[in-house]
T-cell receptor, first 115, second 113 residues
Framework: DTAVSQTPKYLVTQMGNDKSIKCEQNLGHDTMYWYKQDSKKFLKIMFSYNNKELIINETVPNRFSPKSPDKAHLNLHINSLELGDSAVYFC??????????????FGSGTRLTVV | AQTVTQSQPEMSVQEAETVTLSCTYDTSESDYYLFWYKQPPSRQMILVIRQEAYKQQNATENRFSVNFQKAAKSFSLKISDSQLGDAAMYFCAYRSADDKIIFGKGTRLHILP
C-alpha cells in the first residue's frame, strides 16, 4: 500500500485552466503539507494542515487553494494556471509525535506542465 | 529566518569510494532536527538520515553517516562504499520550531563506475 499517494502523477494543461491535485495518506498522520519543486530542484513549502486546520500558509498566489476534507486528505486546487506554475508538486505528511524523529513522508510528486 | 546552504551543486565519486556532501545552516533555535533526503531520478523523496540537535553523537545508517557540528552549524553527509544506486540529488533539510522543513538547494551526486 502506498503511504502517501498523489494523483495525477503528470498533468499537462493550458494556461488559464483550473486544475486540482489530490493527496491521500494512510499512515494515520495528523499533518499534511504541499511543497513546490521548481525547475532548479528547489523545494519550498506552500501549505500545511493539521487535523483539517490550516497551519502554514506561505506567500503563495491566491490562485492556489488547499482543501482538507479530513486529516487523511489534502487537495490542491489551482485557478487560472500560468506558465510559471509549471513545477513538481509534492504532498507530504507527518505526525506531531514523531515528525522530528522521522521527518516527513513524501508522495511521489505531480509534475504539472502549463502550456 | 532559518536558511540551509549546500555549497556543492554537483559532485562525482568513484564507485566504492567515500564522498562527503556539505551543508551549513543558520538558526537561532537551540532545539531542532536535521535531515538528509535523497531524490533519485524517480523523483521520490527518501529520508536518508536524521539528527536531533540535542544529541552530540553523530547519526549513522549503514553506509551513511553525518558529521554534526552544532557550534559551527554544519551537518555534512558521508557516504561510504559508494554504489551506483546512490546517484541522486541530495537535500539537506532543517525542521524549524514552527514545523516547516526548509531544504537546501541540493547536491547532485554522480557515481562513476
Amino acid at each position: 500500500d502506498t503511504a502517501v499517494s498523489q494523483t495525477p502523477k503528470y498533468l499537462v494543461t493550458q494556461m488559464g485552466n483550473d486544475k486540482s491535485i489530490k493527496c491521500e495518506q494512510n499512515l494515520g498522520h495528523d499533518t499534511m503539507y504541499w511543497y513546490k519543486q521548481d525547475s532548479k530542484k528547489f523545494l519550498k513549502i506552500m501549505f500545511s494542515y493539521n487535523n483539517k486546520e490550516l497551519i502554514i500558509n506561505e506567500t503563495v498566489p491566491n490562485r492556489f487553494s488547499p482543501k482538507s476534507p479530513d486529516k487523511a486528505h489534502l487537495n490542491l486546487h489551482i485557478n487560472s494556471l500560468e506558465l510559471g506554475d509549471s513545477a513538481v508538486y509534492f504532498c507530504a505528511s507527518s505526525h506531531v509525535l514523531n515528525r522530528g524523529r522521522y521527518g516527513y513522508t513524501f508522495g511521489s510528486g505531480t509534475r504539472l506542465t502549463v502550456v | 529566518a532559518q536558511t540551509v546552504t549546500q555549497s556543492q551543486p554537483e559532485m562525482s565519486v568513484q564507485e566504492a569510494e567515500t564522498v562527503t556532501l556539505s551543508c551549513t545552516y543558520d538558526t537561532s533555535e537551540s532545539d531542532y532536527y536535521l535531515f538528509w533526503y535523497k531524490q533519485p531520478p524517480s523523483r521520490q523523496m527518501i529520508l536518508v538520515i536524521r539528527q536531533e540537535a540535542y544529541k552530540q553523537q553523530n547519526a549513522t545508517e549503514n553506509r551513511f553517516s553525518v558529521n554534526f557540528q552544532k557550534a559551527a552549524k554544519s551537518f555534512s553527509l558521508k557516504i561510504s562504499d559508494s554504489q551506483l544506486g546512490d546517484a541522486a540529488m541530495y537535500f539537506c533539510a532543517y525542521r524549524s520550531a514552527d514545523d516547516k522543513i526548509i531544504f537546501g538547494k541540493g547536491t547532485r551526486l554522480h557515481i562513476l563506475p
